[in-house]
C-alpha cells in the first residue's frame, strides 16, 4: 500500500514519490481535525475522497483500507488538522494516464493555529478563480486560483470572495452563504469551486428544520445588498460575517441560525 | 540548492521533498529535447522559466545557476526528452505562500517515444479547457484538463482541440494555427492555454518572413472551414493536420511553410 503517514513533526522534512499529482495536479484531497483520537464527519470526508476517486478515474483507490490504516495512526493524537492526499502514480510520459494506474496517498498532521473565528471580514478577490464545469465542485489538486486569491488577503480581512466577472462563487478557503430579503442562499457550484463538507451539513439540517435555502447564481450585487452571511469550512465550521468590503453587517442572524440547528463544527 | 536530478532510470522510482507544487499545484515547468548534450532552444526554455517564475511570485528562483546544473548533467545525455518542474517550498499550512519561499527543482530526463508525426489527426475534446485570464498562457502544474482532453484520444486520432464552448484555444500538448482564406492565424491565449515555445517561434519566424499570421480568437466553425493547420509542440515542432474530425486536409500548405521559414524542430 502507497500510504505515507507525516506526524506534525515531520511536515518540513518529508519525502513522497514522484508522480502525476506533483507533475500535473493529477489527484485530489480533504482536509479535517482530529479530536481525542477521532476524525470528525469521517464519513462525509470519506464520501468526498470515494466521489473525487470515481469524478477523476482512480480506479484502484479503496477508502476502507485507508481509513483503516488513518485509525491506527490517530488513536493517541488528541487535536490536529489532517489532510489526505489522494494521487495518481506515473509510469509513462505524458498527459495521458493509463486506467489501472496505482494512486499514493499522503496523510499529513499539522498543528491547528488559532484563527480568531467568532467573526470574519469580506472583500473581493482580483484574482479569478478558474472554471471549468468538469471540475467543478471537486476537491481536486489544481489550486493555484485558491493559492494567489489567498495570497490577496492582508491583516485587515480574515477571507476573499472568488468571482467570475459579477458571479461571486466562494471563499479563497470557504463556501458562502448569504440572506437575501429572509432567505438564505448559496452559490451554485456548476462551473467553479469546491463542495465543501461544511456547507453540505448546513444545507442538509437547513432542509431537516425546513428552513428555506437556495442554491443558484449570485452576483455581487446581492452579496452587497446582503442583511446577513457567513462562511464555512471543516476547520471553523459556520464562521459569521462582520463586514463586506466596506459595509458592516450584524452577525445575530447567523447566531441566530446556528442556535436553530444546533451546529457543532 | 534544492535541485534533483533523475535519469532516464530513475524515473520510477524518484523521491521528492513533499511541498507545495504536490498539495496545490504551486509551481511550473517545461519540457524540451536534449540531442547530443545540447538543449535544444535551451534560451527560450529559460526564459519562460524566468516568466513564469515572475509571474507565479517565485522571488528566489535562479536560472542561470539552474543551466549551469543542467549542462553539467547533459553533456554526455545523446537523445532524451528533459523536464524541468520549480515548485514551491512549504513551511506553514493554507493557501497563501510566504514571499520568501524557497523553490525545489526536478528535472527529469526520459526517453523520446516514437510517434508517428509526419501527419496528426484531430477532433474536438468533451472536456472543456479550464479558464482563468490571471493564469492563461503560463506552464504551471495545473493540468488536469488537459490530462482530461489527452484520455480523450483513442487510436484513430493523434490529439484534440481543446475549447471555451465554441472558442477553439489549443491541442491537449499542442498549440494550434490555421489557414483561412489565405491566412494564417492562431488562437489568442488569455483565457486559456499555454504560449508554446514552437508556436511562439513560428510566429517569430513567420513575421520575420513578411507572412502575415494573426493571433485572434478562433471559433468551431472557423476551424471547420480551414483550408490547412498544424499544431505545435517542442518535442514534435510542426506537426501537419491531416483530418479534423471527418474532414480530410492537405498537408502542402504546412509543408510548404515549412521550407519557407527554413523550420528544424
Not at 82 to 95: D, E, H, L, M, P
Not at 104 to 121: D, F, G, H, R
Request: proline share 2%; with cysteine.
Amino acid at each position: 500500500l502507497n500510504y505515507q503517514f507525516f506526524d506534525i513533526y515531520d511536515i518540513n522534512q518529508a519525502n513522497i514519490q514522484l508522480d502525476r499529482g506533483y507533475l500535473f495536479g493529477d489527484g485530489f484531497y480533504t482536509t479535517g481535525i482530529i479530536n481525542n483520537g477521532v476524525f470528525e464527519h469521517q464519513i462525509l470526508h470519506q464520501n468526498r475522497l470515494i466521489a473525487s476517486a470515481a469524478k477523476l478515474q482512480f480506479g484502484s483507490f479503496d477508502s476502507k483500507s485507508l481509513f483503516d490504516f488513518i485509525q491506527q495512526n490517530i488513536n493517541s493524537v488528541k487535536h490536529a488538522c489532517i489532510r489526505i492526499t489522494v494521487s495518481r502514480a506515473q509510469s509513462k510520459r505524458g498527459y495521458a494516464f493509463l486506467d489501472e494506474e496505482e494512486c499514493n496517498v499522503c496523510i499529513q498532521l499539522s498543528n491547528l493555529t488559532n484563527v480568531a473565528t467568532n467573526y470574519c471580514e469580506l472583500f473581493f478577490a482580483n484574482t479569478p478563480i478558474s472554471i471549468n464545469p468538469f471540475l467543478a465542485g471537486t476537491k481536486h489538486l489544481n489550486r493555484l486560483d485558491n493559492v494567489f486569491a489567498a495570497k490577496e488577503i492582508k491583516n485587515s480581512s480574515q477571507e476573499c470572495l472568488m468571482c467570475i466577472d459579477e458571479l461571486v462563487i466562494c471563499g479563497s478557503k470557504t463556501n458562502l452563504f448569504i440572506n437575501l430579503d429572509g432567505t438564505w442562499l448559496t452559490p451554485s457550484l456548476n462551473k467553479a469551486g469546491i463542495e465543501g463538507i461544511t456547507r453540505q451539513r448546513v444545507i442538509g439540517l437547513m432542509q431537516e428544520q425546513n428552513i428555506k435555502i437556495e442554491i443558484r447564481d449570485i452576483n455581487k450585487i446581492e452579496v452587497n445588498q446582503c442583511d446577513a452571511a457567513f462562511v464555512t469550512n471543516s476547520l471553523i465550521g459556520i464562521w459569521p460575517v462582520s463586514k463586506i468590503e466596506n459595509k458592516p453587517l450584524a452577525t445575530e442572524m447567523t447566531d441566530n441560525l446556528k442556535c436553530l440547528l444546533n451546529f457543532e463544527r
